[in-house]
């Protein structure tokens, strides 16, 4: 069977600011139905690989083809294929949401009555519906990541480019997010989704590609197997009544009264919480330990990663 063509692919692309190469030799794929984390330490190139992807810039060098179409070629067409939200969303103040959304339509030339319906959808589902006329520039920071948000998805593309889109987001409409990224890749569309929140990676992407000074650095799955957390109790007790709860998958001794658990599978901090009061134990403390993904990450932003451009092992 034929492997479906990449929905947007970046062959060998380079891209030079301030006479400096920021993007260096970058080769990524991505499929349709795919959700892509890219993550990098402030500087490492994010910002310029994704305008490149969603067709603001062009590279250098390479190569960047949106749902097969070669940006170099057809920049305008490229662009029809991309939604994009930027850090900031750029927003006309002056507008109210409803106007700032048909205005948009407007600009990808959508027939008024599909702009309508579409904005009108889009308007409840992201919880906007109350302020749609109210002007844009008096919108709280969340409000307006939403409304740009809405801007990138009215004409349906089958590209999400997303810089950033929890900012200002309170944990509801984060919630929501993740939820609207999972509809839209089920439905056939790939999302690219860059944050610092790496939690927000794990809980919602499928692949995690990180960036370090321009180059590829690691290409990998993006889901944690289970979650890791640290357990201190207020006296010491034995490995095998911590390892009997029912929350545990498995727990390792560390200092006297502290555990690392690998919690069973559905299972969270609140339930370990729980058990653990509720055989009397000590609770003492209870915090995350280091993922998988956050120790790569450390790892590569403090130079300690030694192959670069190579899947993580």
């Known amino acids: 069977m034929n492997r479906a063509p990449p929905l947007l692919l970046l062959d060998s692309v380079c891209r ?4 400096r190469e920021v993007v260096q030799a970058l080769d990524l794929q991505l499929l349709r139905g795919q959700v892509l984390g890219l993550l990098g330490v402030n500087g490492a190139g994010k910002s310029t690989t994704l305008a490149m992807m969603a067709a603001a810039q062009q590279p250098d060098r390479g190569r960047v083809c949106i749902d097969g179409v ?3 070629e057809q920049p305008g067409r490229a662009r029809t294929h991309v939604g994009w939200l930027p850090e900031r969303a750029p927003l006309w103040p002056e507008l109210s949401v409803r106007e700032h959304l048909q205005a ?9 009555s599909l702009a309508r319906k579409r904005g009108d959808a889009l308007l409840e589902r992201l919880q906007l519906h109350d302020q749609a ?3 844009v520039g008096v919108l709280s920071q969340g409000q307006r990541q939403r409304v ?4 990138a998805l009215l004409h349906e593309p089958p590209l999400l480019v997303l810089d950033e889109p929890g900012n200002g987001l309170d944990p509801v409409q984060s919630a929501l997010l993740r939820e609207l990224i999972r509809e839209r890749a089920a439905a056939g569309c790939g999302v690219v989704l860059s944050t610092h929140v790496l939690s927000e990676v794990t809980a919602v992407c499928d692949r995690v590609v990180i960036l370090h000074e321009g180059r590829l650095r690691l290409d990998a799955p993006a889901r944690e ?7 201190t109790l207020a006296r010491p007790l034995p490995l095998a009544q911590v390892q009997a709860l029912a929350p ?6 560390r200092e006297p009264g502290s555990f690392a658990i690998t919690l069973q599978d559905g299972e969270d901090a609140a339930a370990l919480a729980q058990a653990v009061m509720a055989a009397g134990m000590p609770l003492c403390g209870l915090q995350p330990l280091a993922g998988a993904l956050e120790q790569a990450f450390m790892d590569i932003a403090t130079h300690t990663a030694t192959v670069p451009g ?3 092992a």
């Not at 545990?248 to 001794?253: E, F, H, K, L």
Request: with cysteine; glycine share 8%; charged share 25%.
């Open 148 to 151: 740009g948000l809405a801007c």
């Open 225 to 231: 197997p289970r979650p890791h957390l640290l357990l």
């Open 104 to 112: 948009c339509a407007r600009l990808r030339a959508m027939p008024a």
């Open 133 to 135: 006329r109210r002007l």
């Open 248 to 253: 545990v998958a498995d727990a390792q001794a």
């Open 16 to 19: 030079r600011l301030g006479g």
């Open 70 to 72: 070669d940006l170099a």
């Open 310 to 312: 190579k899947r993580a």
